[in-house]
């Protein structure tokens, strides 16, 4: 089966620019996820999406970050304005289901954001 | 809520060697679940194995094993006969009940040819 595809792979920007990423799962997953790694620590839950409803969004910047899952496939974060801190790598992952136990979660290759 | 600790940042092994990454956790819940997964250069993230913690039997995969110690919230991973393709970043991840699932700060292994 064809993983988790993410765009675009690297990403440079000046701080107060917007920039979006975007994520398509693999087919017949009905979890979304959107995780932020800084550099040198492990990944953190952004979102999480049951097909288009949103799940958690509890560690999500509101006021900079927003996300979407249209028709409950292919998912876009926006992040506007960036700043500095947001340097990091946007990781998207897929799962069947909720459970990250029973299905596991398949992550993409990330996408590597530099805020200059 | 729920932490994970790797108190090893780096580590190394020889190729064809036995390697242990540690890993300790905290939760509140009873019923929880312990994945190590694997990032290589690439940034993917890859599912290693997983332990479900009401089940005492270690879980195995192949050559990676792992050695769950629920009373003291323990639960590393042995990499046995270590490649050069095993060389990546290693973390230590939870979840519980209806908790989102955690990292910790990961593990970087290198292996020596």
Partial sequence: EAGVAQSPRYKIIEKRQSVAFWCNPISGHATLYWYQQILGQGPKLLIQFQNNGVVDDSQLPKDRFSAERLKGVDSTLKIQPAKLEDSAVYLCASSRTGSSYNSPLHFGNGTRLTVT | ?113
């Fill in chain 2, 1 to 113: 809520a729920q932490t994970v600790t790797q108190s090893q940042p780096e580590m190394s092994v020889q190729e064809a060697e036995t390697v242990t990454l540690s890993c300790t956790y905290d939760t509140s819940e009873s019923d929880y679940y312990l994945f190590w997964y694997k990032q290589p250069p690439s940034r993917q993230m890859i599912l290693v194995i997983r332990q479900e913690a009401y089940k005492q039997q270690n879980a195995t995969e192949n050559r990676f094993s792992v050695n769950f110690q629920k009373a003291a919230k323990s639960f590393s991973l042995k990499i046995s006969d270590s490649q050069l393709g095993d060389a990546a970043m290693y973390f230590c991840a939870i979840q519980g009940g209806s908790e989102k699932l955690v990292f910790g700060k990961g593990t970087k292994l290198t292996v020596n040819p």
